[in-house]
């Protein structure tokens, strides 16, 4: 903080003093006494500014900084004071912030630059001057009949303004101003920042900003269907759980805001109640949340088979991608409404009555379904037509150039208004090369896993849980597409998460862990598939180590030809497979390869490279085998599009993804 000055020590902007007239109102901080609020700019926006003689230094709070400064944290700066005395109790500061005030009117700004504490606990909507900053500016507050303030020592040189006679913004920064939320790239020039903000500008009304209330989507109201009939059993009939004092505090705290949101409302009193649910206070990442435990309503409702769409292929649409947009839908599944005769079983219980939701909730066991079909059946016409990917909330919009760019987003939001489906701005990045997207890092080009998803797996150490071993495993399975030999370097894991195996943390299973650690951080980097260039498939089969495929392609990478893989894929063998010999295995590692990799390879030219010379006469061989010719037949559709490549074994390797060739290879092209 700084050191109080004298008047000769005053900064020089303030010396010609000026005078504002300002309406008196109470402080919305946590001291006493009567305040002077005014309106400052900050970064081309307005905010709340107070002037509080009560309080011993500027402050504001840290809620305030995430709902409008989103890179609030780049600027935090230390502090030596860790807390703070008030009339309402202790506060806690995390470092210090500078951001420039100017105190705007058509005659002349007042700029200020305060180091202000940012506190973790307080209650503030706005910046609070206090006395520190107060004695340093001169600032003086007049409690006569018109309420003012002086700046600045120079008596003579004071004059007064009405502060309210600020003049207009420029549309352009209005704008800026009103989608500051949302994230635009860097990299777009003058032109094109132009061209989104009026189309942006235009869809307003697509969008929720701030603290706006949100509205259910229209036409699109779900209903539960049981699978059991009244009076319904005593599990969806459920007391409320015991809470402590401190749980209390925190369950009337969002009782009360889905109640302002309208999102649950109280029961009447001579309403009759047959299915109550308790509700729990969980904590993510520091935060709290209000959750209902729906898990006996769950196991009650008949299931909703609607298809969730496979991440890898929806991202695989993306290839050359050179404008990428992800939005994501305000708060969910909070959007879509709840028919009546619904509502009646999301009713909720705690020590502050019986609550039901008009809204569907989190933890529903259809709600993924219901949103995702809902979605698919809004925008199947942008789906099919492919520039739109969407994975139940997320919505990503691609496109090769600008112009399509900018009129797929307009298209999205024209459709959004009309049936009060809100976009979540804060949440929206605008004209970007590369997103993060469904736990992945997407370019036109490239496909990486995302770090920030990864960070909290690898400071772990193997749990003795079953339950913790299987979630480990199932995140890094999410993964495996970026990591070679995936289920050979797992395979003592999941043997580890049987329930008859004894836990027994071996040097094996240990070096498989941190194997898998290890390409959890440095992972292969994808590149995206091009269904226009040849593929080329590259089996590994091993008695040992199961079977193995790498799919690669040639492509033009960072301005040359170079090869790149899509994918790995492996499987551990099945206990008769185990006894084939070496050319049966080659041969369920090619059959199975393909079924796998279906998606790429149908109507595609593809090489398939072995060390395996007699996988070069499958189709056309002879043999009374029952498994050789249930493969041949299996594989007879790609006849004319695949080609088979024999390699040695000791030159059929693959380095960082590209196949090193000592030698001229024999290729036998099947007609």
């Known amino acids: 903080m700084p050191e109080d000055t004298a008047n000769k020590n005053l900064c020089k902007h303030t010396q010609d003093a000026q005078t504002f007239l300002v309406t008196p109102t109470k402080a919305m901080a946590y001291i006493h006494g009567t305040a002077t609020k005014m309106t400052v700019c900050i970064d081309n926006a307005q905010h709340p500014f107070i002037i509080d003689s009560g309080a011993h230094c500027s402050i504001m709070a840290r809620n305030y900084l995430e709902n409008h400064f989103p890179n609030w944290k780049d600027q935090l700066l230390p502090t030596k004071a860790k807390s703070f005395k008030s009339d309402s109790g202790k506060m806690t500061s995390i470092g210090t912030i500078i951001k420039e005030r100017i105190i705007p009117h058509s005659k002349g700004n007042i700029r200020l630059n305060p180091e202000t504490i940012v506190l973790d606990n307080a209650h503030i909507k706005g910046f609070l001057l206090g006395k520190d900053y107060q004695r340093m500016y001169v600032i003086d507050i007049y409690n006569s009949k018109n309420r003012h303030i002086t700046i600045g020592a120079n008596k003579e040189k004071k004059f007064s303004l009405d502060i309210y006679q600020i003049s207009a913004q420029d549309p352009l920064k209005k704008l800026l101003n009103e989608l500051r939320e949302g994230k635009l790239s860097t990299s777009l020039t003058s032109k094109q920042k132009l061209s989104l903000l009026k189309m942006l500008r235009k869809n307003r009304t697509a969008f929720s900003i701030g603290e706006e209330p949100l509205c259910k989507i229209r036409g699109h109201d779900i209903e539960l269907y049981l699978d059991v009939e009244r009076p319904y059993p005593s599990m969806l009939r459920r007391p409320r759980y015991p809470e402590s004092l401190e749980t209390r505090k925190e369950i009337e705290k969002y009782i009360n805001e889905l109640l302002d949101m309208d999102v649950i409302i109280k029961i009447g ?130 496109s090769e150039t600008w112009e399509d760019y900018v009129q797929y987003i307009d298209r999205l939001l024209s459709k959004c208004t009309p049936i009060d489906l809100k976009i979540s701005l804060k949440k929206c990045n605008f004209g970007q090369q590369q997103l993060l997207a469904l736990g992945d890092k997407v370019s036109g080009l490239s496909l990486a896993i995302a770090q920030n998803k990864v960070v909290e797996v690898l400071q772990k150490a193997v749990s003795k849980s079953i339950k913790e071993r299987q979630s480990f495993l199932g995140f890094a399975s999410y993964y495996r597409n970026h ?36 390409e959890l951080k440095n992972p292969a980097v994808l590149i995206l598939p091009d269904f226009e260039l040849p593929f080329k498939l590259y089996l590994d089969a091993a008695y040992s180590q199961g079977l193995g495929a790498d799919l690669h392609q040639r492509q033009i990478l960072d301005g040359e030809p170079r090869e790149g893989v899509i994918c790995y894929i492996s499987a551990q063998l099945k206990d008769p497979e185990a006894s084939y010999g070496a050319t049966q295995t080659e041969c369920l590692c090619l059959v199975w390869a393909i079924e796998k990799l279906h998606y790429y390879l149908e109507g595609t030219v593809f090489e398939v490279y072995t060390d395996c010379t007699a996988l070069k006469s499958l189709l056309n061989m002879k043999t009374t085998n029952r498994h050789m010719l249930w493969w041949r037949i299996a594989i007879q559709e790609y006849r004319g599009n695949m080609t088979i490549i024999y390699k040695e074994a000791k030159t059929h390797t693959n380095a960082d993804g590209h196949l090193i060739m000592s030698k001229a290879p024999q290729i036998m092209t099947l007609k």
């Open 269 to 398: 009193h001579n309403e009759i109640v047959e299915t109550t649910t308790p509700v729990l206070i969980t904590c993510h990442d520091g935060k709290y949340r209000l959750c209902g435990d729906f898990r006996a309503l769950n196991n009650y409702t008949k299931a909703d088979r609607y298809p969730i769409h496979r991440i890898p292929h929806a991202l695989d649409q993306m290839a050359k991608a050179k404008c990428t947009t992800k939005m994501d839908c305000m708060k969910g599944f909070d959007q879509n409404g709840v028919k009546p005769n619904s509502m009646k079983l999301l009713r909720i219980i705690c020590h502050m009555g019986i609550y039901e939701y008009t809204t569907m909730p989190f933890g529903i066991k259809n709600a993924p379904a219901h949103f995702q079909r809902m979605m698919d059946t809004i925008f199947q016409e942008e789906i099919l037509e492919g520039w739109m990917v969407i994975y139940i909330d997320d919505i990503i919009i691609y």
């Open 483 to 518: 990591i070679k030999g995936f289920a050979h370097i797992t395979s003592s894991l999941y043997r580890l998460c049987s329930k008859d195996v004894v836990f027994e943390i071996t040097k094996e299973r240990r070096d498989e862990y941190e194997r898998i650690k290890y």
